[in-house]
């Protein structure tokens, strides 16, 4: 079930989370000068591409009830436990704030080279993936 609500006359989608529930991995990196901008909404932090960390999309981040939680990932036959730290925000970007990158759609897990890794996902194919998530 998602409910559908309206922020800034912009949908925005509150997905509601399943034992296994499907979105889209791609890749960020939560390190200083990385992809991901400014210091993780959680924590105020960078953290190391090496250490199971994500972003989740405005819904699912459900301001911020969901930081410094384990999710567990599920893809490629395999499963890993990664720590939400930010939020991919599905409202606003394309501005400092957010690296200058587009909004985020409303079905992202976006995570570190570590998950990428520990899901035993080839270098050359990181990008993009179908996975299942579920809180830990």
């Not at 384990?70 to 939400?84: D, K, L």
């Not at 976006?110 to 270098?123: C, I, N, Q, T, Y």
Request: charged fraction near 25%.
């Amino acid at each position: 079930m998602q409910l559908r609500m309206l922020h800034r006359g912009k949908a925005l989608y509150h997905l509601q989370v399943s034992h296994r529930t499907k979105a889209t991995l791609t890749m960020n990196s939560f390190e200083k000068n990385g992809d991901g901008g400014a210091e993780s909404e959680c924590d105020n932090k960078f953290h190391s591409d090496n250490t199971p960390v994500v972003a989740l999309s405005t819904g699912w981040f459900n301001k911020q009830k969901r930081c410094l939680n384990n999710i567990t990932i599920h893809a490629n036959g395999r499963s890993v436990a990664a720590m939400v730290v930010d939020e991919c925000d599905s409202t606003m970007g394309c501005d400092s704030d957010h690296d200058f990158q587009p909004p985020c759609p409303n079905n992202i897990v976006d995570a570190s080279k570590a998950v990428w890794k520990a899901l035993g996902v080839p270098e050359r194919d990181w990008g993009e993936l179908d996975i299942f998530w579920s809180d830990a």
